[in-house]
């Protein structure tokens, strides 16, 4: 089902005034990047009018678009202020990365598998969001030519918090990711601040395997 552009919009302010608002997502700048980055574009044509229910979809290659509240949650523990450069692991449709362009000065974005790279960049060059990077590589191991980085957003789950992305994470820093098994997370949100880590888990969660040489093994 497609619907019109009026009636995406009207979808958008829905989602923001339903399921983000009073659920704790107080960011006014998470919820006014919410509210104006069309996620329709993000999801197959079959699943357009979905594209906005408080619930994952998915996105082909076995991945998934994260449920609404799960992006704006993880944004906004991220707490963008403008000037940031971000990483994030697992680019997948792209749609979190639009998210993070809009709140910061920089998204660094690595994707493992190539469709999904292919396609989300093809979204960004339409969108023109110039200020999004992006390649395929191994995210486990981040992206340590362009760090450190102000926050580090990791959008798959895994048995613990990557050494590599900690290495890559500024001081001051947060980092926001799901830990735990292949079938139920911890979401931690991690800050570095004069050397220590400290974490606290703000959600139980469902990811997909976060993949790669200090992830899972496929």
């Known amino acids: 089902m497609s619907l019109g552009t009026n009636n995406y919009a009207l979808a958008r302010s829905r989602m923001v005034r339903e399921q ?3 659920r704790g997502i107080t960011d006014q700048r998470v919820l006014d990047a919410m509210g104006s980055v069309s996620r329709n ?3 197959e044509d079959a699943l357009q009018g979905q594209a906005h229910g ?4 998915p996105i082909g290659e076995g991945q998934t678009i994260s449920q609404p509240y799960i992006v704006a949650l993880m944004t906004q523990a991220l707490q963008l202020q403008g000037h940031e450069t971000v990483l994030e692991i697992g680019t997948g449709c792209g749609y979190q990365s639009a998210i993070l362009a809009r709140l910061c000065q920089r998204v ?3 994707e493992r598998i190539k469709s999904l790279h292919i396609k989300a960049r093809r979204i960004f060059d339409c969108l023109k969001l110039l200020n999004i990077v992006c390649k395929i590589d191994d995210g486990t191991l981040g992206w340590p030519d362009h760090g450190p980085y102000d926050a580090i957003i990791v959008t798959a789950a895994g048995p613990h918090v990557p050494n590599a992305l900690l290495e890559q ?3 001051p820093g947060r980092l926001v990711i799901p830990v735990g098994d292949r079938l139920s997370q911890d979401l931690l949100a991690v800050s570095k601040v004069d050397g220590k880590i400290t974490q606290k888990c703000i959600e139980k969660v469902r990811f997909v395997s976060l993949i790669g040489s200090q992830g899972w093994t496929e």
């Open 20 to 22: 983000l608002a009073p």
């Open 41 to 43: 574009l993000f999801v």
């Open 54 to 57: 408080d619930f994952p979809l």
């Open 108 to 110: 660094y974005t690595v």
């Open 169 to 171: 994470l500024a001081d």
